[in-house]
């Protein structure tokens, strides 16, 4: 059960965490299973749009898994907006880690870190640096998105067995991709209206998705940054072929001022509902005046 709500996490971190949630620069799209496309709209939109983040910019995230009326806190996670490398890419970090309740009663500890190279001027995922340890095993991962060959190689090593042959895997790009970490971000810099619709495409451990989008509706979240009128969008990581092959949901909400903060993110499993909410931030810029 431990591995079943902490592969939970990761997805929210995942998507938040597209995640939804927090970290970066990227957008693109496409249609829900590991599959091609053609190409993303979300990538043209994104050069005119104003980005509502910048170099500097850290928010952190607890998240707590409800089950019945038990509710257990299970990690933290941290997205940071590094600098920018050179003329034509941003750096972004992302870190998922362990506490609480999972980690002092169930003795299971976790550690996520992603470091994320995006293309400054479309925001499609360049490189995807990861360092997974669960418990005891560890792993270390580095996707190379190329772009003039349409291809994303994915390599994962083994640093307790260095003797151990790399693992690989290549799949075909169809146009900007996004990896788990500037997913988030490509949200915060789509134009969003309720009933609006989108797809975004991610790929993850060498393999590509289509994750369909839609913005429900818009809700009033309290939150450590105070009261935040947020859209509200669905995220299709769940099903058959898709990012998570399983039954569940996921919501994220994301302020509708011009800082498109993620503030919340709901992940609805067979386990349990992950609750992951903004706990604190840094460089996000001024709360926006009462209307």
């Not at 340890?133 to 291809?151: H, L």
């Amino acid at each position: 059960m431990c591995e079943r709500f902490t592969n939970s996490l990761y997805s929210a971190a995942v998507v938040l965490f597209l995640i939804v949630a927090s970290n970066a620069t990227a957008v693109a799209q496409g249609n829900g299973s590991p599959t091609a496309g053609n190409g993303s709209a979300a990538v043209g939109a994104a050069r005119s749009v104003k980005m509502p983040f910048a170099e500097g910019e850290s928010i952190t995230y607890e998240g707590k898994l409800k089950r019945l009326l038990l509710t257990i806190s299970v990690g933290e996670m941290t997205f940071t907006v590094g600098p920018q490398i050179g003329t034509s890419a941003f750096s972004v970090n992302a870190e998922a880690v362990s506490k609480g309740t999972l980690l002092k009663l169930l003795r299971f500890s976790f550690l996520q870190r992603f470091d994320s190279t995006i293309d400054a001027t479309d925001f499609k995922a360049l490189k995807t640096v990861k360092h997974d340890v669960q418990k005891d095993r560890i792993r270390d991962s580095e996707a190379v998105f190329n772009y003039g060959e349409s291809k994303v190689t994915y390599v994962e090593t083994d640093p307790n067995n260095p003797s151990n042959p790399p693992r690989t895997i290549a799949s075909d790009l169809p146009g900007g991709t996004h990896d788990i970490v500037s997913a988030l971000y490509s949200l915060r810099l789509q134009p969003l209206a309720i009933g609006k619709t989108f797809d975004v495409t991610l790929s993850d451990s060498g393999l590509v998705y289509q994750v369909p989008v839609t913005v429900v509706g818009r809700e009033r979240e309290r939150t450590s940054l105070g009261r935040v009128w947020c859209y509200k969008l669905e995220a299709g990581i769940f099903g058959p072929g898709r990012l998570i092959e399983q039954d569940g949901s996921m919501t994220i909400w994301i302020t509708e001022d011009t800082r498109r903060i993620p503030v919340r993110a709901l992940v609805d499993t067979s386990v349990g509902k992950l609750d992951i909410r903004v706990s604190s931030a840094r460089n996000i810029g001024p709360l926006p005046a009462r209307r």
